[in-house]
């Protein structure tokens, strides 16, 4: 009997694990999370709360910005959390009873408690002690606090805090403009009625798309939601103000600014949630690079790390699928086989916008091509060449096709209604190797995916 414990077992990279390893007649499963109420971090603080609350401001956004309707509606931010509050029970409340359901299997129990370790392969909770042949850490991730000088002397609000904020002051200024602050900054300005000052440290935000699609975004940013981004700016330290307010100071061009707003907001990413962990008890150094391709940890061939805690990338189906693969390389490496890697194709969304303009990104960009080189071609194409963005109100935006010599698809990005919707088909082309040219010629339902065509058209023709 092998016995496996997974510290983290509410998290969807941990339930991913369980629920692989409990098919396993030879395995036993110690199950660890201390979790309240319990549901990973996806569910509880993650991409379902943020979901909830963007759409009340995307609602708001979408009648202000609609000519044709008359009045701008107020978000009832009590409702707002209250109704993130409830649906968010339910989910947590389901995935709870998920793994409860795999507790009542003989080969399986579950300790509602903080687990670490004391020793290389031993998980303690609370008065007990469970030796594992092998330890799977699923612990997600917590907000970054970067050791920018004077956060300790001033107060800020993560993006924790704003799922479950009720109120806002006139004015805020962001630090962070990685993926949580483009999401979290127009929920701000619209629901918050804030004006907003982000500061952006390069030429523009989305390190990971052709330069066009963040210029796009700086300009819906700057025109629709009224956010002022700094860009190419350093923040170098921040203040309290006579007055309770927050100062900060930085720096563009060699020269210095100070930037004064009711609220400070901390997007500057999110961390490996490895304290409290015991791991100064172990060989394991949660440094970069610290796990594998197979899930392994560096130091250490019987502790699989899976999810946000890996430091690798930090999104839920990324979490799933190498919880699928640390399952899997268990079960081979106790059979003394070589283990399998987890390779995945580049498919990121940023519900950019309040998710009214989302990004998505499926495969190669353009840069990325390039830089790996490829032989290509690129076609591009504006919102606004298709009458369907015009008719619904949103025609700015963008979108680009990768495509090789050889006619095989190799990318996709969107900026744009509904670009979202669209990376999943895109998946399919770019991970089957697709050739452009056998993708049906042929009008569809819904009609969004008109930018599709209009792409695959440009391709063929080329080709």
């Not at 092998?2 to 983290?8: E, F, M, S």
């Not at 629920?19 to 309240?36: C, F, H, I, R, Y």
């Not at 609602?59 to 910005?65: A, D």
């Not at 612990?139 to 002397?153: C, F, I």
Request: proline fraction near 4%.
């Amino acid at each position: 009997m092998t016995h496996v414990a997974i510290i983290g077992a509410y998290g969807s990279a941990g339930v991913a694990v369980a629920d692989k390893l409990a098919d396993e007649d030879d395995v036993e499963l110690t199950l660890v999370d201390n979790g309240e109420p319990g549901g990973g971090l996806c569910i509880l603080r993650g991409c379902m709360p943020s979901k909830d609350v963007f759409s009340a401001a995307a609602h708001r956004f979408q009648t202000r910005h609609d000519h044709r309707v008359e009045g701008t509606p107020e978000v009832d931010l009590d409702a707002v959390v209250a109704q993130k509050d409830e649906h968010i029970a339910n989910f947590a409340e389901h995935r709870r009873a998920a793994v409860e359901r795999l507790s009542k299997r003989d080969n399986v129990e579950f300790l509602h408690g903080t687990g670490y370790f004391v020793d290389d392969h031993t998980v303690r909770v609370g008065n007990r002690d469970i030796e594992a042949d092998y330890v799977v850490v699923a612990t997600g991730s917590k907000p970054n606090v970067p050791d920018t000088p004077g956060l300790d002397e001033v107060e800020y609000l993560t993006s924790d805090d704003v799922l479950d904020a009720t109120e806002f002051g006139d004015s805020a200024v962001v630090m962070g403009f990685g993926y949580i602050g483009v999401e979290m900054a127009p929920y701000l300005a619209e629901a918050g009625e804030m004006d907003v000052t982000v500061v952006e440290h390069d030429d523009r935000p989305l390190d990971e798309a052709d330069d066009e699609f963040g210029d796009a975004l700086i300009d819906v940013y700057r025109e629709q939601f009224g956010i002022d981004v700094l860009t190419n700016t350093d923040e170098t330290s921040v203040s309290p103000t006579d007055d309770g307010r927050v100062r900060l100071t930085a720096e563009h061009d060699g020269e210095e600014h100070e930037i004064e707003a009711d609220q400070l907001f901390l997007f500057t990413g999110r961390r490996p949630a490895t304290d409290g962990l015991g791991l100064e008890n172990t060989p394991l150094e949660a440094e970069n690079g610290w796990v594998g391709a197979t899930m392994q940890a560096r130091d250490d061939d019987r502790v699989f790390v899976v999810g946000d805690v890996n430091g690798r990338e930090p999104i839920l189906h990324v979490a799933k699928e190498q919880g699928h693969v640390a399952a899997e390389n268990v079960l081979r490496h106790r059979r003394g086989d070589t283990l399998v890697e987890y390779e995945n194709v580049h498919h990121h969304v940023i519900f950019s916008g309040l998710a009214v303009y989302p990004y998505a990104r499926v495969g190669h960009s353009a840069t990325s091509a390039r830089e790996a080189g490829v032989d290509h071609h690129v076609f591009t194409r504006e919102a606004s060449q298709d009458g369907v963005f015009k008719t619904k109100n949103h025609p700015e935006g963008l979108a680009r096709l990768v495509v090789g010599a050889d006619g095989t698809v190799l990318g996709y990005q969107g900026f744009h209604l509904h670009a979202d919707v669209m990376a999943k088909t895109m998946q399919v082309l770019v991970e089957n190797a697709v050739d452009v040219r056998s993708v049906p010629d042929r009008a569809y339902h819904p009609t969004t995916p008109e930018i599709l065509d209009g792409l695959f058209r440009e391709a063929k023709e080329t080709l």
